[in-house]
């Protein structure tokens, strides 16, 4: 598979252990937008792993990770798939995935979509407007809202990770 990597898309550098270990740097950079399915991915990740079967064997590691949470040297390549999908998916995906990687494993990612609230510019903005949808409040009681309690009170069932334009992604607990 010739490979013109994209910088802005979520990619792995896969490397030769065996290489690796006797000085020498066997991989590629694999642009992830380019397999469908764990099987394409497993027979590009074991073509890599082979180059120099005689000398070096056939063990591989993730080395580097681009626009990709770090999942560590030996993730399963399902989850890299699954990852990856949601990346492709969301806009500002690589942020959001990892923040919520950053607080849930990946084991959890199936409450990505129950979890996700989005990106607000503060999480006070944000119970604010879950407030205002959730409640209908007379005119003359507006003033009694305490938003400051109310956000102080709602931020123990959620978690918080930066996003990009200085706001932050909200996530529910699930």
């Known amino acids: 598979m010739k490979n013109n990597l994209n910088i ?26 380019k397999f469908n399915d764990v099987e394409d991915l497993a027979k590009e990740v074991d073509r890599i792993a082979n180059k120099n079967l005689v000398l070096y064997g056939d063990e591989w590691a993730i080395h580097d990770y681009s626009n990709f949470p770090d999942l560590g040297e030996n993730p399963n390549l399902e989850d890299v798939i699954k990852v990856s999908k949601l990346i492709q998916q969301l806009h500002n995906g690589y942020a959001a995935v990892k923040g ?3 607080n849930w494993s990946v084991e ?23 407030f205002d949808e959730c409640y209908e409040v007379p005119e003359h009681l507006e003033n009694y809202i305490d938003y400051d309690k109310f956000a102080q009170t709602l931020s123990y069932d959620y978690s918080e990770a930066p996003a990009p334009d200085c706001e932050t992604f909200i996530y529910r607990s699930f």
């Open 108 to 130: 959890d990612l199936e409450h990505f979509e129950e979890s996700f609230c989005g990106a607000h510019s503060s999480f006070k903005e944000y119970a604010e407007q879950l």
């Open 100 to 102: 919520f990687l950053d």
């Open 8 to 33: 802005d898309n979520p990619s792995i550098y896969v490397a030769n252990l065996g290489a690796y270990v006797a000085g020498r740097l066997i991989g590629e950079w694999l642009d992830l937008t």
